[in-house]
C-alpha cells in the first residue's frame, strides 16, 4: 500500500484500517468524486446508503436507481463501462446541518464510457444523511444542459 500521494482515497483506506473512519460531509462528497475517476465501485457503493428512499438519476432517459440496494450493480456497471475518467470542477458548494447535508457542483467530464470518448457539462445536485455517524448519500441528480431550440 503506497500512501505518499495523499489523495483523499488514501486517507480513507488508512483510516479505515486504523479503525476509525469519520469523514465530514465535504470530504465524503469529494470521495465520492475521487472514487469515481478511479474506477473504485466499492468506494463508491460504501458511500451510498441502503435505505429504501436512495434515489440516484442520471442523464440517460432510462438511468435512474431506486433503493440504496440497487446501487451497487449500478456502480459496479458504472466503473466497468468507463476509461479515462477526469472531473474538471467549475464550481462546488457543499452545506451541511446537523445530520443532513448537500451540495451542488458544475464540471466538465472528460472520459471514455462504453469505448466512445466523450466530454460532458454535468450539473449535479445530491444530498446526503448521517447514517450512525458516517455521511451516506441517500439522492444524487445529474443533468446536461440542452440548448434551447429556435434561437
Known amino acids: ?42 468506494q463508491l457503493v460504501d458511500l451510498m446508503s441502503q435505505a429504501s428512499y436512495f434515489a440516484k438519476i442520471g442523464t440517460d432517459e432510462n438511468e435512474f436507481i431506486e433503493g440504496g440496494q440497487n446501487a ?3 456502480y459496479r456497471h458504472h466503473v466497468a463501462s468507463t476509461e479515462d475518467f477526469t472531473i474538471e470542477f467549475e464550481y462546488l458548494d457543499i452545506q451541511e446541518r446537523d445530520t443532513v447535508a448537500w451540495f451542488y457542483t458544475r464540471q466538465i467530464w472528460s472520459l471514455k464510457w462504453q469505448g466512445v470518448e466523450e466530454e460532458l457539462v454535468i450539473r449535479m445536485t445530491g444530498v446526503l444523511e448521517k447514517e450512525a455517524n458516517t455521511w451516506k448519500f441517500v439522492q444524487i441528480h445529474a443533468s446536461l444542459g440542452i440548448p434551447e431550440s429556435g434561437s
Do not use: C, V, W
Open 72 to 74: 451497487p450493480d449500478y
Open 1 to 42: 500500500m503506497n500512501f505518499g500521494n495523499g489523495s483523499l482515497l488514501d486517507l480513507i483506506e488508512l483510516s479505515t484500517l486504523l479503525g476509525y473512519r469519520r469523514l465530514n460531509a465535504g470530504q465524503t462528497i469529494h470521495a465520492y468524486f475521487d472514487a469515481l475517476t478511479a474506477g473504485d465501485a466499492q
